[in-house]
């Protein structure tokens, strides 16, 4: 693990594509309208005869300020009252849902995230959890994984006790660059103070892991101011990091639309942010994870790294792959056995939907056998960056090379370029091939000749 990651500029120029980020496989874009709310009472009735354990998410779309470089789903608005007809919906869907499932099965991991969850009042958040704790097997004993995602702006030293008293241990914070310049052409005014002092009350209050998010490729950004954020970051001690390449889709995200194209630093900036980025943290003790993440050593992602038990699902990079995943919310998504679903986009459909005591799902996929083999090879690559083909022949009773032999050529050229080492027995992605990992996942994903690539992100 020592030696991770290695930068080398001729692979990342050639094998830098635009390409998925593998939070599930088959991705999002495959999920179509004619899944719907049968499919998934049908999947939450195996859940439940299988007592499967869960992982809630719970999607708060409400934002007071918008973030010109958000492409999340959200609602923007200064009404604080705007929250109470769709917590009454909410409630509703937990209901609706919890009534498929069995009081036996614990959720083991539960996350808020948004928009901004802390947009809501005390009093709301604790009914929603009241309400959560209600219906479904929440553990008490502080063991699970409950997380929310905070605006250090949005929040004070009682939100982060009331959290703590509510059951959340883990919080991720948004901070994406600490440069004034970069912060008013994106339209987020953030101190250094602020987000210390959020960090300070979740170190006092004992929440387990405190994770920061950084972007790189933002307007105003240079090397320079860049590498000084991520030095104050470092400083502030996190548990873990994620570090977001910017993609500028003015196309798809309207917000977008207000930044100026000019002010975007130019690829080759992007790549020195990136890889001093990378010597930073590697110097200061943090664990490449993968796809963006950081760790440090004692942290549970690395440590499940370490021990091939890392996994990865709607939410990311997890140790909870093996609970079935209940989105709740406009536009949550679930994964439920072999069924993803996702909930309408649209905050008034999901409400008149729920109002109606229907379910709001309005499209989803169910995994084919070949789904779910190409799932598993994904999986490995980018959890653990290494691949057993035995493993794999094993599992789902095929002859890996003849599978996969259309596939053949192009990992055999990736190893040419020492990007990956293939053998008979299977794939082991290099530490210059670390950061490209989602190329080499590429080429195992059946689906990607369908549609544009300009669709997805670029790898770097």
């Not at 492409?71 to 869907?93: F, G, H, M, S």
């Not at 080759?268 to 943090?286: C, D, H, P, S």
């Not at 989803?364 to 799932?375: E, I, N, P, W, Y």
Request: aromatic share 8%; proline share 4%.
């Amino acid at each position: 693990m020592l030696d991770a990651l290695r930068w080398d500029s001729d692979l990342i120029r050639r094998y830098d594509l635009s390409g998925p980020r593998y939070t599930s496989y088959p991705t999002a874009v495959q999920l179509h309208s004619e899944v719907g709310s049968f499919d998934l009472l049908h999947a939450l009735r195996d859940s439940r005869r299988a007592v499967r354990p869960l992982s809630l998410y719970v999607h708060v779309p409400f934002c007071a300020n918008i973030c010109y470089y958000c492409a999340c789903n959200k609602v923007i608005t200064k009404d604080r009252a705007r929250a109470q007809p769709y917590l009454q919906r909410l409630e509703q869907e937990i209901q609706l849902i919890a009534c498929h499932l069995d009081p036996k099965q614990s959720v083991e991991q539960l996350h808020f995230g948004g928009g901004t969850p802390t947009f809501l009042s005390h009093v709301e958040l604790r009914q929603l959890m009241a309400h959560l704790r209600q219906h479904f097997n929440l553990l008490d004993d502080d063991s699970g994984d409950y997380g929310i995602e905070i605006d250090p702006r949005e929040a004070d030293w009682p939100t982060m006790g009331l959290l703590r008293e509510l059951g959340f241990n883990r919080v991720s914070l948004g901070v994406q660059d600490l440069d004034p310049a970069v912060q008013r052409a994106i339209n987020r005014l953030q101190t250094l103070e602020q987000t210390r002092t959020i960090i300070d009350a979740a170190r006092t209050l004992q929440f387990r892991s405190i994770n920061l998010d950084l972007i790189y490729g933002l307007p105003k950004q240079t090397p320079e101011g860049f590498a000084r954020t991520v030095d104050e970051v470092i400083k502030l001690q996190p548990d873990r990091l994620s570090v977001f390449n910017y993609a500028h889709l003015p196309e798809r995200f309207m917000p977008q639309r207000r930044i100026d194209s000019n002010d975007l630093p130019a690829p080759a900036a992007k790549l020195e942010m990136l890889q001093r980025t990378i010597e930073q943290l590697t110097a200061a003790g943090y664990r490449y994870i993968g796809m963006d993440h950081f760790a440090l050593p004692d942290d549970e992602l690395a440590i499940a790294q370490e021990e091939s038990t890392l996994q990865r699902n709607f939410q990311g990079y997890t140790t909870h792959g093996h609970c079935d995943l209940i989105g709740l919310g406009v536009s949550a998504i679930s994964q439920i056995g072999d069924l993803y679903c996702q909930n309408t986009s649209d905050l008034n459909t999901y409400q008149d939907t729920l109002s109606s005591a229907q379910l709001a799902t309005s499209r989803g996929l169910l995994c084919s056998a070949d789904d779910r083999l190409r799932r598993a090879v994904i999986q490995q690559l980018i959890c653990h960056f290494e691949l057993d083909f035995e493993v794999i022949e094993q599992a789902f009773t095929i002859d890996f090379r003849g599978y996969f032999k259309d596939q053949w050529p192009a990992l055999q050229a990736m190893h040419d370029d020492g990007l990956i080492h293939l053998s008979n027995q299977g794939i082991q992605v290099l530490p210059a091939g670390r950061l490209l990992v989602r190329s080499v996942c590429m080429v195992f994903d059946a689906y990607l000749g369908l549609h544009s690539q300009q669709r997805f992100s670029r790898v770097i």
